[in-house]
């Protein structure tokens, strides 16, 4: 059964290797954190596993509408929904096992929408912390007291290694409403592998204050001899609990302030040559609140605004990453 947690992570450093192509129709096709439960951040990626024999469903909505621009037209990229469906399994306290099934609609003014499932992802977690058991400091897998559910401390910094591979099985033939193929940007599939590593930590810094960070590294494999640039994030979060009634329909409610920072390398093309009207840096600052019902429930809302962004060639570009008027998330979690 699990126990309400006093206070969870809400900061993350964030390196990612994941596909994104950023050229004028090409744009980020959603994605899973491992963040989940009472007190924990929404993009930011947490430390805490799930615990032995304890599963988790996760749902996550990500809806992005984009700026048009006059050198774009009349097919600027619009608007971009992502649905992302987690399943997770504690095979011991320290590690969890995760299956994601994402689908995503993709709409273009005057080409239509393109809608389908996206590609599958494969994810394993490993937990420990550096801290003290049995009187003794040091670094310790996860036990029973650091999964989900369980109560922060001050004196334990949590932490967590992740990794992951997806299989392209998403939808990538989509058509416009003229008959052509959309570009791979617009596809709910990425047609090719990925590959992921990860890194995350989280300490309660305060009695109702907890900081998190989370660093990760994607990479795809080439599809049809090119290859989406590298993409690399830091993201720090904040969280405070302003609530708690353990008894009670509202358990406890966490306010969330994240900084998102995401780089972008530049796109391969078929050739192999460098796209240099693709990648940049954008920063987000995104605030956001976790709501949870009762010991199993939580929602989550966090609302991402590009407020700083070094483009190349952003004159040229449209529909990508920095150039959204926002991104809007909300997840559920339920886990027993």
């Known amino acids: 059964m699990l126990r309400t947690k006093r206070i969870q992570m809400i900061t993350t450093l964030f390196f990612s290797y994941f596909f994104i192509v950023c050229l004028p129709v090409n744009a980020h096709h959603g994605g899973v954190s491992t963040a989940f439960g009472p007190g924990a951040p929404i993009e930011t990626a947490s430390p805490m596993t799930l615990g032995k024999g304890r599963f988790l469903l996760y749902e996550r909505m990500e809806y992005v509408p984009f700026r048009n621009r006059d050198n774009a037209e009349p097919e600027n990229v619009d608007t971009f929904t992502f649905f992302n469906t987690l399943v997770g399994f504690g095979v011991t306290d320290a590690l969890s096992l995760y299956l ?14 393109s809608r389908g499932i996206g590609d599958l992802e494969f994810m394993a977690q490993y937990g420990f912390k550096y801290g003290e058991r049995d009187g003794i400091r040091g670094f310790y897998q996860n036990g029973l007291e650091d999964t989900q559910g369980a109560r922060h401390t001050m004196d334990d910094l949590k932490m967590s290694l992740t990794g992951s591979i997806s299989a392209p099985t998403g939808t990538t033939s989509n058509r416009d409403d003229f008959g052509n193929k959309f570009d791979i940007g617009m596809q709910p599939g990425f047609g090719s592998p990925s590959f992921s590593l990860g890194f995350s930590a989280s300490r309660l810094m305060l009695p109702h204050f907890t900081l998190t960070a989370d660093t990760s590294f994607r990479t795809f494999s080439k599809h049809n001899d090119s290859k989406a640039g590298n993409e ?32 972008l390398t530049k796109d391969k093309g078929e050739e192999g040559e460098t796209d240099h009207d693709s990648g940049g840096t954008i920063l987000y600052l995104s605030p956001g609140v976790r709501a949870s019902f009762g010991k199993h429930v939580s929602i989550g809302a966090l609302m991402k605004i590009p407020t700083w962004q070094d483009l190349n060639n952003e004159s040229v570009q449209q529909g990508s990453e920095g150039l959204e008027d926002y991104r809007a998330i909300v997840t559920l979690t339920i886990s027993f």
């Open 100 to 113: 994601t099934l994402p689908a995503a609609i993709k709409e273009q003014d005057s080409l239509g929408k």
């Open 232 to 263: 690399i994030r830091f993201n720090m979060a904040g969280g405070y609990e302003i609530f708690e009634k353990q008894d009670g329909f509202l358990s406890r409610l966490d306010i969330i302030a994240e900084a998102n920072l995401l780089h």
